[in-house]
């Protein structure tokens, strides 16, 4: 079992920024690709971005190109989301999420996401116009 816990949410003028972490722990992650996907109010969740296992690989969704970044650190067993350039339309709860199916290291998860097999129980990101 893997439990993950996200952390860095919170209230954000348009423009600025916010880092989210996500802590795993129960077992490593270091062999897995990982992702972050986030839920509007009435909205269908939404593919973020993912990272490949050994961190070399990153994809991200077409809405947050070039302003987010992911990354990891395996010591750490956590995964990060850099959020520059944040805007109103960026306001949802932002979920962590784990492939655990034994893959290359440097495959990238997918943006489906019953794809992921752990989920956190995410942590609100709102911005304000």
């Known amino acids: 079992q893997v439990q993950l816990a996200e952390s860095g949410g919170g209230l954000v003028q348009a423009g600025g920024s916010l880092r989210l972490s996500c802590a795993a722990s129960?077992?490593?992650?270091?062999?897995?690709?990982m992702g972050w996907f986030r839920q509007a109010p009435g909205k269908e969740r939404e593919f973020v971005a993912a990272i490949s296992a050994n961190g070399a690989n990153t994809n991200l969704g077409d809405s947050v190109k070039g302003r987010f970044i992911i990354s990891r650190e395996l010591a750490k067993n956590t995964i990060y989301l850099q959020m520059n350039s944040l805007k109103p339309e960026d306001t949802a709860v932002y979920y962590c999420a784990v492939d655990a199916a034994m893959r290359s290291s440097w495959y990238v998860a997918s943006v489906k996401d019953n794809d992921y097999e752990y989920w956190g129980q995410g942590t609100q990101v709102t911005v304000s116009s």
């Open positions: 129960g077992r490593p992650v270091s062999r897995y690709s």
